[in-house]
């Protein structure tokens, strides 16, 4: 399906909470760090914690999808954790998951939601502002959009990107058809592209999207606290 850059617009107004859920993995395997990312320690907080307490500032509600057999470190009580449906099936399964819980919860503030941020939680120094610039702009795209996605070094990154919740639809027959990857969703949705250059200025050494996998990865993101 198409895919087309964003063109550049300059910021509207503050994003009104409720407008936009967010949905944060933290199952999979971990088997690079060698050690469950979800608990591992960045400063005062764990991983799972930091980046739910920053999205939790741009978006509700903020739904943390586990592996049923996780021990899940403390998070601020208004995280929501839903299990995942298809423990260990990777990313796809995870926010299937989610977008089925949000679709179902009609008690939830996700009846008026037009948009879910999906992160995972080894990208720990996510950063409000980026989201939220993200936010403004979806809400400018026309409903026939899918996605948001940044862009980086020519490749889409999944989870830092908004879905519209009604492509629930298209990640279960994704998911049903044995694919298990967000790229591959994507190949399939209406996307609206975001070079990360347009980001840079809210976040100049893009640590938004450092992807924190290996002990050596860690030991490099301590440095910069
Ligand atoms: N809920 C859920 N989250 C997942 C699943 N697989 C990966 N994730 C999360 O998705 C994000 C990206 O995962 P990856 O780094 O690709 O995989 P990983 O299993 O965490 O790590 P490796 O085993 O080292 O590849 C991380 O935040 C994971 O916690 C899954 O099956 N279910």
Redesign the pocket.
Known sequence: MSTRFYDNIEPTDAVPRGKFAAIV?????????GTD??SIRLGDETFLHRTCRVIDDVAAPVIV???PTQALPTLPAQITVVL?K??????L??LL?GLTFLNDQRKLEAAETCGVFLS???TPLVNANVIAEMQRRFLTLEPSVDALVVVHESRRQP?HAIYRRSIATQAAASFERGERSLQKLLQGLNVVEVPVSELAALDPDLLFLK?I?TPEDLAAARSLL
């Open positions: 993995l933290c199952g999979g395997r971990s088997q690079r760090m990312k979800a999808i586990a592996n995942d298809f423990p260990n099936e990777g990313p399964g995870g998951t995972g939680c080894d989870l992807n996998n």
